[in-house]
T-cell receptor, first 111, second 118 residues
Framework: RKEVEQDPGPFNVPEGATVAFNCTYS??????FFWYRQDCRKEPKLLMS???SGNEDGRFTAQLNRASQYISLLIRDSKLSDSATYLC????????????FGPGTRLSVLP | DAGITQSPRHKVTETGTPVTLRCHQT?????MYWYRQDPGHGLRLIHY???????DKGEVSDGYSVSRSKTEDFLLTLESATSSQTSVYFC?????????????????FGPGTRLTVT
């Protein structure tokens, strides 16, 4: 079993739809959590950090459930520009040195 | 824009040749990382650095070495390239926040180097 797993995808949704991505991690000592987006043949870009209390940034909402070792990302009112691969990232340690990336979930928003 | 450049951006080389990839940053970040990205594996950490001349191994360090003689440059060397090292290589930096709050352990990536070993 991989340490960080994500929905296999791809997700094909119409513009305006709400889409949710799930991520689970197996190391209960994991300390911090992130969502990145990666466009085709580009570098990953930070979308948002995930805080214990949950956090929202415009159309994006991230949730963390430490008891279930589960992270989610909700995108509301999808735009064509949201089409990308979404990467779940977990930091294992207290020092910000040991990051584990999930394989990613690809999203295509269709007109 | 985190001020990170990588060179070369594309390289084709032959098995057995040495290859050095360069990561350059302009913002004096202490922490730097090298990852490789392959289909089905996500990004995997090769080596990282927590200061000049301070480096450590990551998950997939075999066949790779690194050097950091200046804050701004982090070099990744494949001593004798193999076909299994064909990949996309990303450099990343992690800004050190004043309080080092864990939730601030955000990384910012360079544009990547596509390496093909024939």
């Amino acid at each position: 079993r991989k340490e960080v797993e994500q929905d296999p995808g791809p997700f094909n949704v119409p513009e305006g739809a709400t889409v949710a991505f799930n991520c689970t991690y197996s190391n209960s000592a994991s300390q911090s959590f992130f969502w990145y987006r990666q466009d085709c043949r580009k570098e990953p870009k930070l979308l948002m950090s995930v805080y214990s209390s949950g956090n929202e940034d415009g159309r994006f909402t991230a949730q963390l459930n430490r008891a279930s070792q589960y992270i989610s990302l909700l995108i509301r009112d999808s735009k064509l520009s949201d089409s990308a691969t979404y990467l779940c990232v977990v930091n294992r340690d207290n020092y910000g040195q040991n990051f584990v990336f999930g394989p990613g979930t690809r999203l295509s928003v269709l007109p | 824009d985190a001020g990170i450049t990588q060179s070369p951006r594309h390289k084709v080389t032959e098995t057995g040749t040495p290859v050095t990839l360069r990561c350059h940053q302009t913002e004096n970040h202490r922490y730097m990382y090298w990852y490789r990205q392959d289909p089905g594996h996500g990004l995997r950490l090769i080596h990282y650095s927590y200061g000049v001349k301070d480096t450590d191994k990551g998950e997939v360090s075999d066949g790779y070495s690194v050097s950091r003689s200046k804050t701004e440059d982090f070099l990744l060397t494949l001593e004798s390239a193999t076909s299994s090292q064909t990949s996309v290589y990303f450099c990343a930096v992690r800004p050190q926040r004043g309080s080092e709050v864990q939730s601030s352990y955000e990384q910012y990536f360079g544009p990547g180097t596509r390496l093909t070993v024939t």
